[in-house]
């Protein structure tokens, strides 16, 4: 039977079948990949308390199928420590990750990205307001474009052919870029925000601004199905994850 190793981690899993569970992980292999952990939901099995969203793990996959079976599953690191807001953010990466990537990709700078975004999540998340932490997802959502190759230019003028000017305001085009814009006109970003945002000079305009371009930017990848896990921030119920 083949059989391969890999280091990552639980994006989602959901029930399957009687007693099992379908799991999608992102891995440092192989990017995203799916498989069946049988008998995960007995009551006998200490695979389900491994199978935790966040949870940084080394497993065993075989089969020849896209859909694999789960074989050997071991814990990497302790479980991250999330609560609230960052526990949000974790989710809403998860979430953007398992829609946006094909199966069986590697993504190798993403994936160190998503280990960086998780440890500064995780720094912060008994005290930072969401408005601190969103450096950590727009950052994410920006190599997560450029690694999909769906990031603009944020120094570059698509129409005029030229660079970015501060005291000039843009839109967005998916597939084409930044143009030149009326500052009255919908959707319209300051380049002088768009030239803070590339140089990751994060005031409250900037975050603003980047917000809107990372939605823009996703919408081809994730469609128009809404976001489940934006729903958490609007109900904002106290939650901790330590598994």
Same mark, same amino acid.
């Given at each position: 039977?083949?059989?391969?190793?890999?280091?990552?981690?639980?994006?989602?899993?959901?029930?399957?079948?009687?007693?099992?569970?379908?799991?999608?992980?992102?891995?440092?292999?192989?990017?995203?990949?799916?498989?069946?952990?049988?008998?995960?939901?007995?009551?006998?099995?200490?695979?389900?308390?491994?199978?935790?969203?966040?949870?940084?793990?080394?497993?065993?996959?075989?089969?020849?199928?896209?859909?694999?079976?789960?074989?050997?599953?071991?814990?990497? $690191?302790?479980?991250?420590? !999330?609560?609230?807001?960052?526990?949000?953010?974790? /989710?809403? %990466?998860? =979430?953007? *990750?398992?829609? &946006?990537?094909?199966?069986?990709?590697?993504?190798?700078?993403?994936?160190?990205?998503?280990?960086?975004?998780?440890?500064?999540?995780?720094?912060?998340?008994?005290? $930072?307001?969401?408005?601190? !932490?969103?450096?950590?997802?727009?950052?994410?959502? /920006?190599? %997560?474009? =450029?690694? *999909?190759?769906? &990031?603009?230019?944020?120094?570059?003028?698509?129409?005029?052919?030229?660079?970015?000017?501060?005291?000039?305001?843009?839109?967005?085009?998916?597939?084409?870029?930044?143009?030149?814009?009326?500052?009255?006109?919908?959707?319209?970003?300051?380049?002088?925000?768009? %030239?803070?945002?590339?140089?990751?000079?994060?005031?409250?305009?900037?975050?603003?601004?980047?917000?809107?371009?990372?939605?823009?930017?996703?919408?081809?990848?994730?469609?128009?199905?809404?976001?489940?896990?934006?729903?958490?921030?609007?109900?904002?119920?106290?939650?901790?994850?330590?598994?």
């Amino acid at each position: 039977m083949n059989k391969e190793t890999y280091d990552g981690y639980v994006l989602h899993r959901r029930p399957y079948r009687e007693t099992s569970l379908l799991v999608d992980f992102f891995t440092e292999q192989n990017g995203r990949v799916s498989a069946v952990a049988k008998g995960a939901r007995g009551g006998k099995s200490d695979r389900k308390s491994l199978l935790q969203p966040m949870q940084n793990l080394n497993f065993e996959l075989s089969g020849r199928s896209a859909l694999r079976n789960l074989g050997r599953v071991e814990s990497n $690191a302790r479980p991250k420590a !999330l609560a609230q807001q960052a526990l949000f953010c974790a /989710f809403y %990466l998860n =979430e953007v *990750l398992n829609r &946006a990537l094909p199966e069986a990709e590697p993504f190798k700078r993403l994936y160190a990205q998503y280990e960086l975004s998780l440890d500064n999540l995780q720094s912060q998340s008994t005290t $930072a307001a969401l408005f601190q !932490l969103e450096p950590i997802l727009r950052n994410f959502e /920006f190599v %997560l474009l =450029e690694e *999909l190759g769906y &990031a603009p230019d944020f120094l570059y003028d698509t129409q005029n052919e030229s660079e970015i000017k501060p005291e000039k305001s843009y839109t967005l085009l998916n597939e084409i870029g930044f143009c030149e814009a009326s500052p009255q006109q919908a959707h319209a970003i300051r380049g002088k925000d768009i %030239l803070n945002i590339h140089s990751q000079d994060w005031d409250s305009d900037a975050l603003k601004a980047a917000k809107k371009i990372s939605r823009i930017a996703l919408r081809p990848i994730l469609g128009e199905k809404p976001i489940k896990s934006r729903e958490l921030f609007m109900a904002k119920p106290t939650i901790q994850h330590q598994t």
